[in-house]
């Protein structure tokens, strides 16, 4: 799926519908979408670090990638919480991501990709150089030498089964799908696709998702967010910026009036009984 953004004047409309139709199988078993492994607009280091450090004590932390396109969004993140965490991963899988695109949801099912040299060094990168571990790098005989660098040349990749089964893809539209958020520990990752919405459907969203998500959960959101604007949207409705660029979390809770003037009483009381 080719997806321009079309930037009139300071709006951004739709654009992936439209160019739906523009879907072209590079090989016999792909076809392009605008999404990579490991997109660099969010630092996966920090990331990871993030969520085993937030989750220490917790049994389950319910990793839900909405529009999670073609599926390399959520299989880059299933190889960096393997890799770097080994053992005590365990606890993020499956990684539930969901598409609205059937299309999409379909290829996410095969595994099945081609990526340029460079992006094959990123992914090597990310996983502290196991990629082997997690992908078969197809056909690189096609490759010369000469092109490897060349921003021409593809290299066909699969992901490995024990990898594929860690992401659970499922067709959803995250405005009808809401509700099936689990409340708590969740890692809802939401990114590059919020200015698509049209825009009470974003304020819709932000509200639902405040409903929806307690104080122990997150929200990730992508460069296309922060560019539009979305986590001011988010703000409005109750979250706040963490320290790592993208992550959203809940505000932390105020005392109300009440809650403040119990805690003054209570306050006075212990100071009284120390005298
Ligand atoms: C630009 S891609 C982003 C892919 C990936 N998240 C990333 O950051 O690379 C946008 C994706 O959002 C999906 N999408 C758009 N609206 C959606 C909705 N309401 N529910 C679920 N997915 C949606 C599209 O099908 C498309 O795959």
């Known amino acids: 799926m080719q997806i321009t953004n079309q930037i009139t004047t300071n709006r951004i409309t739709p654009s992936f519908r439209m160019y739906s139709e523009h879907r072209s199988n590079v090989t016999s078993y792909n076809y392009w979408t605008t999404t990579k492994f490991f997109r660099d607009d969010l630092n996966w280091n920090d990331f990871v670090f993030m969520m085993h450090n937030k989750y220490k004590d917790v049994d389950k932390v319910n990793i839900q990638c909405f529009a999670c396109s073609d599926g390399e969004e959520p299989f880059s993140l299933a190889m960096k919480l393997d890799a770097y965490l080994n053992e005590k991963s365990a606890k993020f899988f499956p990684i539930v991501a969901k598409d609205f695109d059937k299309t999409n949801i379909y290829y996410a099912k095969k595994g099945v990709y081609e990526v340029r040299p460079a992006e094959l060094c990123d992914i090597e990168?990310?996983?502290?150089?196991?990629?082997?571990?997690?992908?078969?790098?197809?056909?690189?005989?096609?490759?010369?030498?000469?092109?490897?660098?060349?921003?021409?040349?593809?290299?066909?990749?699969?992901?490995?089964?024990?990898?594929?089964?860690?992401?659970?893809?499922?067709?959803?539209?995250?405005?009808?799908?809401?509700?099936?958020?689990?409340?708590?520990?969740?890692?809802?990752?939401?990114?590059?696709?919020?200015?698509?919405?049209?825009?009470?459907?974003?304020?819709?969203?932000?509200?639902?998702?405040?409903?929806?998500?307690?104080?122990?959960?997150?929200?990730?959101?992508?460069?296309?967010?922060?560019?539009?604007?979305?986590?001011?949207?988010?703000?409005?409705?109750?979250?706040?910026?963490?320290?790592?660029?993208?992550?959203?979390?809940?505000?932390?809770?105020?005392?109300?009036?009440?809650?403040?003037?119990?805690?003054?009483?209570?306050?006075?009381?212990?100071?009284?009984?120390?005298?």
């Not at 703000?235 to 105020?254: D, Q, R």
Request: overall charge positive; aromatic content about 8%; charged content about 30%.
């Open 125 to 275: 990168r990310e996983c502290d150089m196991r990629m082997s571990k997690y992908i078969t790098v197809g056909n690189a005989y096609r490759v010369h030498p000469n092109e490897l660098y060349s921003n021409n040349s593809m290299i066909p990749v699969k992901i490995k089964n024990n990898l594929r089964e860690k992401v659970l893809f499922k067709h959803a539209d995250i405005l009808n799908d809401v509700q099936n958020i689990p409340k708590s520990n969740t890692v809802l990752m939401t990114r590059n696709m919020w200015p698509y919405l049209p825009a009470k459907k974003q304020v819709f969203l932000a509200k639902e998702l405040a409903k929806q998500l307690d104080e122990s959960s997150l929200i990730v959101l992508g460069h296309f967010e922060i560019s539009q604007g979305t986590h001011k949207l988010l703000e409005e409705a109750g979250f706040e910026m963490t320290e790592i660029y993208g992550i959203m979390c809940k505000k932390a809770k105020k005392f109300l009036p009440d809650e403040f003037s119990d805690a003054k009483i209570m306050f006075n009381k212990i100071k009284s009984l120390k005298k």
